[in-house]
């Protein structure tokens, strides 16, 4: 499953473990609370359990939030690399596809190029 394809889609994935009994607002509190983030931003944020056998993703697509939850039945997702600054670390749409898909290499190491940042063209000749 895919939930964008720009690079503009961002993600934020908690690095501690979540209690995954937590719904709309229990996950939202804690974007907003613990994160210090919008969760009407519509970025998506990624939230993993203890034994990171589950994951949740909570999602504002513009009219209301969404919950989307995978299970494993076997393995675990990767252990994120943590961000003592801020309890969250960044990945890229495409990251998160691999995260979904059992990658072990997400969140060890970048597997995403960093963003091109365009420069102004020099006006002076």
């Known amino acids: ?11 934020w994935a908690r690095t501690t473990p979540t209690d995954l009994r937590k719904g709309y607002n229990g996950l939202y509190g804690l974007v907003k609370n613990e994160l210090g983030r919008d969760p009407l931003s519509g970025d998506l944020h990624l939230f993993v359990n203890r034994r990171r056998t589950s994951c949740k993703i909570l999602m504002w697509d513009g009219t209301g939030l969404c919950i989307f939850m995978k299970r494993l039945e076997r393995g675990s997702f990767a252990a994120l690399r943590r961000d003592p600054d801020s ?26 190029p960093e963003p091109i940042v365009p420069k102004p063209l020099s006006t002076a000749m």
């Open 1 to 11: 499953m895919i939930f964008g394809t720009s690079r503009s889609v961002r993600v």
């Open 87 to 112: 309890g969250a670390v960044r990945l890229t749409a495409s990251e998160l596809a691999l995260f979904i898909e059992g990658c072990e290499l997400v969140g060890h190491q970048r597997l995403s």
